[in-house]
């Protein structure tokens, strides 16, 4: 059974950190992308992150860049989004997402699309205060 389990969220000062975790199971990172969409009140879902194993691409959000990183340990099975200077737009909740892949994902130059995400985890929000 493939479970994406998001943990880490909370309120946060704006200039502030959380690490959002995702314990993933039943799938592997080789076989796999995953990543990172958020979710805020009235708007769609958007990627913020994602990273493919596969051909060692990652991608960011342009409004994220130098502010987030992704990272993945194999060895944990989990995946990591690190959140720095955090802004009141960054609140939404955040959702962990895999994508099954194949070859060259491209996401070092495209934004991943919540259509193609095959699994979700249930989310974990992010509040930021100013």
């Known amino acids: 059974e493939v479970q994406l389990v998001e943990s880490g969220g909370g309120l946060v000062q704006a200039g502030g950190s959380l690490r959002l975790s995702c314990a993933v199971a039943?799938?592997?990172?080789?076989?796999?992308?995953i990543g990172w969409f958020r979710q805020a009140p009235g708007k769609e879902r958007e990627g913020v992150s994602i990273i493919s194993k596969r051909d060692g691409s990652t991608y960011y959000k342009d409004s994220v860049k130098g502010r987030f990183t992704i990272s993945s340990d194999n060895a944990k099975n989990a995946v990591y989004l690190q959140m720095n200077s955090l802004k009141p737009e960054d609140t939404a909740v955040y959702y962990c997402a895999a994508e099954r892949v194949y070859g060259s994902t491209w996401y070092d130059r495209r934004p991943p699309d919540y259509r193609t995400m095959d699994y979700w985890g249930k989310g974990t929000l992010v509040t930021v205060s100013s």
């Open positions: 039943g799938i592997s990172f080789d076989d796999y992308a």
